[in-house]
Nanobody, 131 residues
Framework: QVQLVESGGGLVQPGGSLRLSCAAS????????IGWFRQAPGKEREGVSC????????YYADSVKGRFTISRDSANNMVYLQMNSLKPEDTAVYYC????????????????????????WGQGTQVTVSS
């Protein structure tokens, strides 16, 4: 079975940094597109960043571009989201997700409403940015 487990969330001050980890089991993530999504109270789930299964191409939401970096560690079957210069509006539950991309690009997969481009999801990890 496909399993994804997020970790690394917590409380951080504005301007601080945090690294989220997504551990995959039951599949080899090299064949899957991986996405990081977030959902704040009262808001829809949105795609933050996604990475391709093939050429390593990435997508970032405009709100996080230049601050967040997504990466793979194939040897350990993990994906990371390095978050720098955090802002209060980054506060949300963050989820990692995986799916076979087929002919879809990561941009298309990441921008689908409600994270519809991904079929497997982790349980989420809370990120709170506050003074």
């Amino acid at each position: 079975q496909v399993q994804l487990v997020e970790s690394g969330g917590g409380l951080v001050q504005p301007g601080g940094s945090l690294r989220l980890s997504c551990a995959a089991s039951g599949f080899t993530l090299d064949y899957y597109a991986i996405g990081w999504f977030r959902q704040a109270p009262g808001k829809e789930r949105e795609g933050v960043s996604c990475i391709s299964s093939s050429d390593g191409s990435t997508y970032y939401a405009d709100s996080v571009k230049g601050r967040f970096t997504i990466s793979r560690d194939s040897a350990n079957n993990m994906v990371y989201l390095q978050m720098n210069s955090l802002k209060p509006e980054d506060t949300a539950v963050y989820y990692c997700a995986a799916d076979l991309p087929y002919i879809r690009t990561v941009k298309v997969m990441c921008r689908m409403k409600h994270g519809g481009g991904f079929g497997s999801w982790g349980q989420g990890t809370q990120v709170t940015v506050s003074s």
